[in-house]
């Protein structure tokens, strides 16, 4: 079964740096993508990044484009999110999730089928 370990998150004032980390297992197939998500109270969940396991194709969202980079350690089967510069309205709680989709800026929600337990992200001062 795919499992998806999250770690990182938690309360930072603006300005401040994060790094969230996804550790992945259990795929069946040897080409996966990893994406991360979030969600602010009272609006929908959006794609954040995404990035493939076989190749360098990744996807930043033209919000967090300048800030926030993902990366991906093949070795430790680890994505990371580095979230630097964070504002307050990057506040939300933030979601690793795993399809056979490949990456792109179209993939929804609905088409990654299995998901981590979610961190809350915090910036305030």
């Known amino acids: 079964q795919v499992q998806l370990v999250e770690s990182g998150g938690g309360l930072v004032q603006p300005g401040d740096a994060l790094r969230l980390s996804c550790t992945a297992s259990g795929f069946t197939l040897p080409y996966y993508t990893i994406g991360w998500f979030r969600q602010a109270p009272g609006k929908e969940r959006e794609v954040v990044s995404c990035i493939m396991s076989g190749n360098n194709s990744t996807y930043l969202a033209d919000s967090v484009k300048g800030r926030f980079a993902i990366s991906r350690d093949n070795a430790k089967k680890t994505v990371y999110l580095q979230m630097n510069s964070l504002k307050p309205e990057d506040t939300a709680v933030y979601y690793c999730?795993?399809?056979?989709?490949?990456?792109?800026?179209?993939?929804?929600?609905?088409?990654?089928?299995?998901w981590g337990q979610g961190t809350q992200v915090t910036v305030s001062s």
């Open positions: 999730a795993a399809t056979y989709y490949y990456c792109s800026g179209g993939l929804g929600e609905t088409d990654f089928g299995f």
